[in-house]
Structures are given as C-alpha cells and as structure tokens.
C-alpha cells in the first residue's frame, strides 16, 4: 500500500508569510517608509507613551485608515480614541502651519485647544448619532503660527465603527476655503462701494456714501479713515 502524499506547503513570502496569510503589522510599518513625509514621521515618532500605544499595536481599523489617509492627495484627517489623537497626510501639511511637525501629532485638545470647545461637542454628537456630518465653510478661530486667525474650512467628519458598532474615531476630508471667503466679502465691499459712490453729486457726497460702504464690512476695515486732497494734490484734509 502507498503512502498518501501530503499537499505542499505555500511558498514562503518575503519575511517570512505564507501566500495567503494576513498582513502581519510589520510589513504595514514598512509601507509607512516609502514616499510620503507623514508616513516617515508616524513610523519614527514613539508612540509608546501616548494614547495609541506603540505602533506595532495599533488595530487592524487604524492601520487601514491610516493607510488610506497617506495614499490620498486631498487633505485627510484622522482622530482617534476618547482623546481624538490627531494624525494626517502631506496634503493636511500646510493647514497645519507652523504646528507641523513637532506639535500636531497628538490629542487635539492639546494640539488646538482653542478649537476644542467648538470641535469636542461636536465629536461627541457624531458618536451619539453615528453618522457623518457636512460643514461648508465654517469659521474655525485656529491659532497655528502663533496668533489667532480667521479661517474657514469645509469639512465631513465620519465615524468609525469598530466589530461591534462602536465608535472608534473620525476621519475626515478637510478644504481650507479662507482665501475664498475673504476674497468674495472684499469683493462685495468693493462693489458697494462703486455702486454708492458713483452716483454721488459731490465730492462730500461720494466720500459719505463711500464711508458707509467700508463700514458695512467691519471684518477687513475695523475703522476707515478718508482724507481728500486739493486740486494741486499738495494738501490733504480728513
């Protein structure tokens, strides 16, 4: 009687994995190394002393997050944990400011605690609700090169549930829109002010109604000061 033969094992990948094997957390820390400048910073930053726990340990969830987060060129935000530890890709880097690197990797309460009583209540109703939600241009008074700011950003934070159903953490696309904001308002102010001026009688006229349209936008022109010169363009009186 011949022996059965037995089935021949998977070839071993590189590391050591079988074919078919699941991802070991090893090889996902080497994906962290190629190409993107946030992955090296994950990858080198100790995270032992934090709330995620050292790298190696993070959970399957995170890692795929993660891994989605780095690979994509929009703006992507990661919060993760009761403590939203903030992560997020190269394209997150100029919102960041003067707080990347070395002040942005962290539990956002501490990376921007001034937004944090306006983002916390905000974290706990998606919890609550487990749903996402859409902001569009939403003023943020962030504070990243030393001083208050006014910005805006359009947004849609989503939950992450884990197994169970439970939330995990948030993860969102994020669009700075200050630059278009501010434009559009300057641009109404200087459309008022052609449209109330330029139908004055006088001189004294055009610069009352041209004082009233600068005051209607007392975001950019706190205060205006108009002075009007002479003929000769030698004397100037307010």
Not at 197 to 215: F, K, M, N, Q, T
Request: proline share 9%.
């Amino acid at each position: 009687r011949k022996a059965g033969r037995t089935a021949p094992a998977p070839p071993a990948q590189p590391g050591g994995e079988a074919a078919g094997a699941a991802p070991r957390p090893e090889g996902w820390l080497g994906t962290l190394r190629g190409g993107s400048v946030m992955g090296r910073l994950i990858l080198e930053r100790d995270w032992s002393g934090t709330p995620l726990g050292p790298i190696a340990s993070w959970p399957s969830t995170l890692r795929t997050l993660v891994s989605m987060c780095l690979t994509t060129r929009f703006p992507m935000f990661i919060y993760w944990g009761p403590e939203r530890v903030q992560l997020y890709n190269d394209a997150g880097i100029p919102i960041m400011g003067a707080k990347h690197p070395d002040h942005a990797l962290g539990p956002l309460r501490d990376v921007f605690p001034e937004l944090w009583p306006q983002l916390g209540p905000m974290f706990d109703e998606l919890e609550r609700t487990k749903q996402a939600n859409w902001a569009e241009s939403q003023s943020l008074p962030i504070q990243r090169g030393g001083f208050a700011e006014e910005a805006y950003f359009t947004w849609s934070y989503t939950p992450v549930l884990d197994d169970d159903g439970s939330v995990v953490g948030f993860y969102t696309p994020a669009l700075e829109t200050t630059g278009q904001v501010l434009g559009q308002r300057r641009l109404r102010t200087l459309h008022l002010l052609t449209q109330r001026a330029g139908g004055a009688g006088s001189v004294e006229e055009a610069c009352r109604a041209g004082l009233e349209a600068l005051g209607e936008n007392p975001a950019d022109l706190p205060f205006t000061w108009l002075y009007v010169t002479d003929a000769g363009g030698t004397r100037a009186s307010l």
